[in-house]
């Protein structure tokens, strides 16, 4: 059986997944927007037949997957390479995760990790597809879990990006490769990093400027370096984190951008499954054509665990219901501006599990 790198743990004690706390039930607080009823797809007409069965297809995922609902804690370290239907609640955060490793296999290539640090102040999520499946994906998944327990922290996410640096080099040496892309919400100033390690452009809902406000016209975007909605690097302290490069971090070819979220924003994650998703004519979805899905949907009035099942529908109805040639894993990150735990007991609870005193 090949290992699984599911891992669900304090960041510093390793627990075993069957011996998880209970788990918070109960739907999503409802965004902050009116419903909308418009289609995925904006062409429902042409389409039908797709969609009906990207539906069957979706429906199918979801009842061999239950929703898993949790709510993360301080000093916290969650994620795996195997199949995922989660929900997760964390400071300044709602989010959807969904992983299926190609061919129902027990365990993909794809790695998802979710991390907090002690204090409250760091969510991290970090999304890497690594080449290949099985015994070495897992080997290099439990490697990216050990880097971000040492990082986790840690606000500014340079020194890890560089270790995942080495660790790629090291895979490429062996003829196997990886992508990654780490994104760091640093919640005293409501500000996120993205660094890319080769992976595919991310999409944010967010107002064209950096400096916009809840009640701004948002659109979607893809998120890079030149996007007019990052922070220009004479204006990095506005982030509140000190020595954060912007730009090509040094001793890698990753470029680190920023923005400030206000509540509302939404950024996706995935892997280039979903853009490689081929039609009966072998046309890939592409970039431009996953960012021409999100538009069409009307994510007012959905809550992340609505709009990720949406996108992997109208994915599904452009592959005509053909199963994923890859791993398939997307992140859905609703920006909620809620505040981290301000509790002395809670800093207290976090302490005893940097030092391995709680579970």
Request: charged fraction near 20%; include cysteine; hydrophobic fraction near 40%.
């Amino acid at each position: 059986m090949l290992p699984s790198a599911r891992f669900y743990a304090p960041a510093i004690v390793t627990r075993s997944m069957t011996t998880q706390p209970s788990v918070k039930s109960g739907p999503l607080p409802a965004c902050p927007h009116r419903v909308s009823r418009r289609t995925p797809l904006g062409k429902a007409k042409d389409l039908a037949g797709a969609r009906r069965i990207a539906r069957m297809y979706t429906r199918s995922m979801t009842a061999q997957a239950p929703i898993d609902t949790h709510e993360l804690r301080a000093m916290e370290v969650r994620g795996g390479n195997d199949a995922a239907n989660d929900r997760l609640s964390v400071w300044g955060f709602e989010a959807y995760i969904y992983a299926l490793p190609h061919n129902n296999e027990p365990h993909g290539g794809d790695l998802r990790v979710v991390s907090t640090c002690a204090m409250g102040q760091i969510v991290r999520f970090t999304l890497a597809d690594l080449a290949g499946h099985g015994s070495e994906a897992g080997d290099m998944a439990l490697r990216l879990r050990s880097l971000m327990r040492k990082n986790v922290n840690m606000p500014n996410p340079t020194l890890f990006a560089r270790a995942l640096n080495k660790e790629f080099v090291r895979m490429a040496e062996g003829g196997r490769f990886a992508t990654a892309i780490i994104t760091t919400y640093f919640a005293p100033t409501d500000h996120l990093i993205v660094c890319n390690a080769g992976h595919p452009r991310p999409l944010l809902y967010h107002a064209p400027a950096y400096e916009s406000g809840p009640n701004d016209p948002r659109t979607w975007q893809l998120f890079d370096q030149s996007s007019s909605c990052v922070i220009s690097a004479e204006n990095v302290k506005n982030t509140g984190i000190s020595n954060l490069p912007l730009g090509i971090i040094q001793q890698t070819d990753y470029p680190q951008f920023a923005t400030r979220l206000v509540a509302g924003d939404i950024l996706l994650s995935y892997t280039d499954a979903l853009i490689e998703a081929s039609d009966l004519a072998g046309n890939q979805l592409g970039e431009q054509g996953l960012l021409g899905v999100v538009r069409r949907l009307g994510v007012d009035g959905l809550t992340p665990d609505q709009i990720g099942p949406a996108i992997l529908e109208a994915v599904a109805a452009h592959r005509a219901g053909k199963p994923a040639d890859d791993d398939v894993t997307l992140l859905v990150m609703y920006h909620t501006a809620t505040n981290p735990p301000d509790g002395v007991w809670d800093r207290l609870k976090a302490l005893g599990r940097l030092v391995g005193l709680v579970g």
